[in-house]
């Protein structure tokens, strides 16, 4: 996310006029990342189980089947991508003067999908085995060469350059964790570099589908929103995307406690210590909800300084800066819901946090998003209190269920 801060505040000090291009190019793209991440989850969960029953070289054939799995998720939307064109765009009413650029962004953008879920299947891998400095380092590090990038190339290229920077620093990024990896000093008793047979594909997938289509719902939600602003016009989704990128930046800090959540709950989960994972669990949730209220509070108390940081148009800045309390109440429920799934997960429960996210971000938060953004013409406000309503949702009915699930006599 730290790249996608870089890029659009690159573009929304350089060359303005063309954030909703890049705004609407990343939409299709966001799904994609997205989902891939959440196919992915059953790297991280069944590395973390093997390293808890005292079997680590399944964790590096897990990994390596992870490998597998992004190259070909990767290549399949890739291929979307290419095919569909502008259609992605017009099909949901946006104008071709705003689809036809946002396609070519989307199309240099989806090359850097593929790249980015082998850094997330190794970083996964990385945090099972709680060796995640590795993988901070690379994404810093590519952090700083998707700057550079973007600065050379954004001025020349407007939107495209910066996608461009995008598809390299994550080159990069990957296939250096991946070399650091294969040859990592232990390596042979994690079996990195054996050929694999435990887990199987299948297992891997049992974990990953859930989550897969969870992370679609939620996230092709969040794009749909981002096609929905497209409607009300340039300025709007222009705006949109910036508060969507300062909601998905804090949103990387729950992914990161989810994360050790999953780790730690599943390992309690391996080694047959049910009381330890509902601690890890609980846990997890309350470190989520201090980051969250220490963030909601900073961006409020910062709104004007983030809006002008993010784009040169004075005015768009200003619009941002007004709406920015209600993207600060957003953090908390919306950061909540994700640790708490990823707690529920690592317990082995895949398909109820599916069909929370499906009901709350596919069902109730479009629904919403119609009517409160284009019926009652509340524009981008509209969309964000859609937003809050599906996120306080999705949250209270998950904590209720974590809440169940750890009451039950073991």
Request: aromatic share 10%; hydrophobic share 60%; charged share 10%.
């Amino acid at each position: 996310m730290g790249m996608g801060v870089v890029d659009v505040m690159v573009v929304g000090q350089l060359v303005p006029d063309q954030l909703p291009y890049q705004a609407l190019g990343w939409a299709p793209i966001g799904v994609l990342m997205v989902t891939g991440i959440g196919l992915l989850t059953g790297v991280q969960v069944l590395a973390a189980r093997a390293m808890g029953e005292g079997v680590p070289e399944r964790a590096g054939g897990a990994w390596r089947r992870g490998l597998v799995v992004s190259g070909l998720a990767g290549a399949l939307g890739v291929a979307c991508v290419w095919l569909l064109g502008a259609r992605i765009f017009t099909a949901f009413g946006i104008v071709p003067e705003l689809a036809v650029p946002a396609s070519r962004v989307a199309k240099v953008l989806v090359l850097s999908v593929p790249l980015h879920l082998f850094y997330v299947t190794t970083a996964f891998f990385l945090e099972s085995i709680q060796r995640p400095l590795a993988s901070t380092v690379a994404m810093w590090a590519a952090n700083a060469a998707n700057l550079a990038l973007n600065l050379a190339l954004v001025p020349k290229f407007g939107a495209v350059g910066s996608a461009w920077s995008t598809v390299g620093a994550r080159f990069c990024m990957s296939f250096g964790l991946m070399v650091w990896v294969w040859f990592l000093r232990d390596g042979e008793r994690f079996g990195v570099r054996r050929r694999a047979t435990e887990p199987s594909f299948r297992a891997l997938l049992v974990v990953g589908a859930a989550a897969a289509l969870s992370h679609a719902a939620e996230s092709g939600a969040f794009s749909g929103m981002t096609l929905l602003a497209g409607r009300l016009g340039a300025d709007a989704v222009a705006g949109y995307q910036i508060l969507l990128n300062v909601l998905a930046v804090v949103f990387m800090v729950s992914l990161g406690v989810a994360s050790a959540t999953t780790v730690l709950t599943s390992q309690a989960v391996g080694s047959g210590a049910p009381s330890d994972a509902t601690r890890a669990s609980f846990t997890g949730l309350a470190v989520n909800a201090l980051f969250m209220l220490v963030a909601g509070s900073l961006a409020f108390a910062f709104s004007q300084l983030i809006g002008r940081a993010y784009t040169a148009n004075l005015s768009l800045a200003a619009s941002v800066s007004s709406v920015m309390w209600l993207a600060a109440i957003i953090m908390l429920p919306d950061g909540g819901q994700v640790v708490v799934a990823a707690a529920l997960r690592a317990r082995g429960d895949n398909w109820f946090p599916t069909a929370s996210h499906l009901t709350a971000y596919a069902v109730v938060m479009p629904a919403l998003a119609i009517w409160l953004a284009e019926l009652c013409k509340l524009g981008v406000t509209g969309l964000l209190l859609a937003i809050l309503w599906a996120s306080v949702l999705s949250c209270g009915v998950l904590c209720w269920r974590l809440w169940r699930f750890s009451t039950k006599p073991s």
